[in-house]
């Protein structure tokens, strides 16, 4: 059989895991292609050079213009590359997961799948967010009602912090200028946060639009997980930047979250957590020799899989 034709893809085991790399980086009004196993982001300053196989999420703004094959290395690096519109207010996006088996996959569909245990998801969701405190006894409707105190006591708490008046969480998507500063370093900050926690589920193998509190959008799991963050990364840091007065909210906004990220293992963080809420019984492991070997196995009624590639009437 005649080889594939095109460079092979980079093997699973020389690529670097969800935890390990850098957040995201973020382009606009340049082209993006490919050098080696670099991609290259060139303007009228220069050019450049962004390690695909260490990126979580590529973010490209308005006015970028990105070649085939800058999208072949990163999708063979496991990277996400997230279109978003100007200000970073939309938001579209392409993934490929580190891993080749689907049991986180299978494991989170299951859990959404059954009432019961989507509610036990559900409420170890908000646990987190209410550490010390006991929620197993608490409806959906109570959660959410606990959940909506805390997050406008942190708004007037952050206010009084910083000294930026604020009134209610307030934006038009299609009119990002409209909102006041304030509201537009909240829409920016999570935008952000909503593209690393997309690179992290789907490098992970799971479904981004199964959701066990947000449900019937493509990123329902997205949001689900970057809710546990707001309260610590996005929230003080839109308030942050809101107090200075910036000239450029949406850039100094990602640029501060992407630090703050940086500097706390966000990521690892996140895979841990994913795991958690998961697999909670089980060690974390992104990948392992197992996924590498890209074995393809079949479904039996009896529970158990078999080989795939088995010609079975022999």
């Known amino acids: ?12 085991s020389q690529l670097h895991r969800a935890s390990d790399r850098l957040t995201f980086v973020y382009l606009e009004h340049c082209v993006v292609h490919r050098e080696d196993n670099a991609i290259t982001a060139r303007d009228k300053r220069g050019t450049v050079y962004i390690p695909a196989a260490t990126l979580g999420a590529l973010l490209l703004g308005p006015g970028t213009n990105v070649s085939q094959q800058a999208m072949v290395l990163l999708a063979e690096s496991g990277s996400t590359v997230v279109w978003v519109g100007e200000h970073g207010v939309r938001y579209y996006a392409h993934g490929r997961t580190l891993t080749q088996s689907s049991r986180l996959l299978e494991r989170q569909a299951a859990l959404v799948s059954d009432p019961t245990t989507r509610l036990k998801v559900a409420r170890e969701m908000y646990a987190m967010r209410f550490p010390g405190e006991d929620v197993s006894h608490l409806s959906m409707q109570q959660l959410r009602g606990r959940e909506g105190a805390r997050v406008r006591r942190l708004y007037q708490e952050h206010a009084r912090r910083t000294g930026v008046k604020w009134t209610r969480r307030s934006y038009d998507p299609s009119n990002f200028d409209d909102s006041t500063p304030i509201n537009q370093a909240l829409s920016a900050a999570n935008a952000s946060l909503y593209g690393v926690v997309h690179a992290v589920v789907v490098a992970l193998g799971c479904a981004p639009g199964l959701g066990f509190i947000h449900t019937g959008h493509v990123l329902s799991f997205v949001f689900d997980v970057a809710d546990l963050y707001k309260a610590t990364i996005t929230i003080p840091v839109a308030f942050d930047v809101a107090q200075r007065d910036s000239i450029d909210i949406a850039g100094d906004t990602r640029r501060a979250v992407r630090d703050v990220m940086k500097d706390g293992k966000f990521l690892e963080r996140c895979v841990r957590d994913i ?40």
């Open 275 to 314: 795991h958690k809420l998961l697999t909670p019984d089980e060690e974390v492991r992104e990948y392992g020799p197992e996924d590498i070997d890209n074995l393809v196995m079949l479904w039996d009624e009896n529970g158990r899989h078999v080989p795939g590639g088995v010609a079975y009437d022999e």
């Open 1 to 12: 059989m005649p080889d594939i034709p095109g460079a092979p893809p980079v093997p699973l």
